[in-house]
């Protein structure tokens, strides 16, 4: 399944909404810096997926607040 998330660093805590058009707004609690929020986005999906880690993959925007997401 591939999912479009939008990325909010620096937020207060960890939270996953959905909106209306379906894109998954996922707020993290980490700084945007050397691939942490990244990191972060992945543990925060695979809990609200109850998914392992690693099967959650950035496919595209990597280095951007838009993402697209794999999960298996």
């Known amino acids: ?11 207060r805590n960890d939270e996953v ?7 998954f707004v996922v707020k993290v609690s980490v700084p945007p810096i ?6 972060r986005l992945i543990e925060v ?3 609200h997926f109850k998914k392992p ?5 950035i496919l595209a925007g990597a280095r951007g607040k838009h993402k697209i997401v794999e999960i298996q």
């Open 34 to 39: 050397e691939g942490r929020a990244n990191e």
């Open 1 to 11: 399944m591939k999912i479009t998330v939008q990325v909010k660093p620096n937020a």
């Open 45 to 47: 999906l695979a809990k």
């Open 53 to 57: 880690k690693r099967s959650i993959g």
């Open 17 to 23: 909404v959905v909106r209306d058009d379906g894109v």
